[in-house]
T-cell receptor, first 112, second 114 residues
Framework: ELKVEQNPLFLSMQEGKNYTIYCNYS?????LYWYRQDPGKSLESLFV?????AVKQEGRLMASLDTKARLSTLHITAAVHDLSATYFC????????????FGKGTRLSVIA | KAGVTQTPRYLIKTRGQQVTLSCSPI?????VSWYQQTPGQGLQFLFE???????NKGNFPGRFSGRQFSNSRSEMNVSTLELGDSALYLC?????????????FGPGTRLTVL
């Protein structure tokens, strides 16, 4: 059974600082997704990582995937208040054959 | 381009009733996936439809079912509602399907079961 673990689950960081959110998963997969959710809102797709070594960047967020280590990271550079949200990673073993499995989410709060 | 729409946005039902939720994908998208979000279980995948065929199903009882129409609109049905079915139900659409393409999420339907 595929398990996806995110850490930390809660993160309070100061504006301007850098931090990394980790997503570990238990079974071989080369498809991983990152989503953002604002309080009371729906999900927004951030990154789709489809191969080992994949790296994608959008603004102050950068995501990477290491399939050998079964690890993805979401790095935040010079945090700003607008990045406050909950971030989820999700792992897909075989789209079309297995369910997508989500991590529990990391609630990020950026403070001045 | 219009986004993913879900109706209704809020719903209150009582135990034992059934409910049907609707999702209209972005025009041209052929894949619709459904997810359940609860404080206790987090986000869980329900099922995905692609061109009217169910491609995949999560670990939910048979009370949860869905379908997709020829215009790609999808409906999800939950029969014999239980208190634990109270959740935010999200649908997402994509052109190529989950795993190959970015998914766009609707605003969700918040279901409360009393």
């Amino acid at each position: 059974e595929l398990k996806v673990e995110q850490n930390p689950l809660f993160l309070s960081m100061q504006e301007g600082k850098n931090y990394t959110i980790y997503c570990n998963y238990s079974t071989t997969s080369d498809r991983l997704y990152w989503y953002r959710q604002d309080p009371g809102k729906s999900l927004e797709s951030l990154f789709v990582l489809l191969s080992n070594g994949a790296v994608k960047q959008e603004g102050r967020l950068m995501a990477s995937l290491d399939t050998k280590a079964r690890l993805s990271t979401l790095h935040i550079t010079a945090a700003v208040h607008d990045l406050s949200a909950t971030y989820f990673c999700a792992v897909d073993m075989e789209p079309g054959n297995t369910p997508l499995v989500f991590g529990k989410g990391t609630r990020l709060s950026v403070i001045a | 381009k219009a986004g993913v729409t879900q109706t209704p946005r809020y719903l209150i039902k009582t135990r034992g009733q059934q409910v049907t939720l609707s999702c209209s994908p972005i025009s041209g998208h052929r894949s619709v996936s459904w997810y359940q979000q609860t404080p206790g279980q987090g986000l869980q995948f329900l099922f995905e439809y692609f061109s009217e065929t169910q491609r995949n199903k999560g670990n939910f009882p048979g009370r949860f079912s869905g379908r997709q129409f020829s215009n790609s609109r999808s409906e999800m049905n939950v029969s014999t509602l239980e208190l634990g079915d109270s959740a935010l139900y999200l649908c997402a659409s994509s052109f190529l399907g989950r795993g190959a393409d970015t998914q766009y999420f609707g605003p969700g339907t918040r279901l409360t079961v009393l």
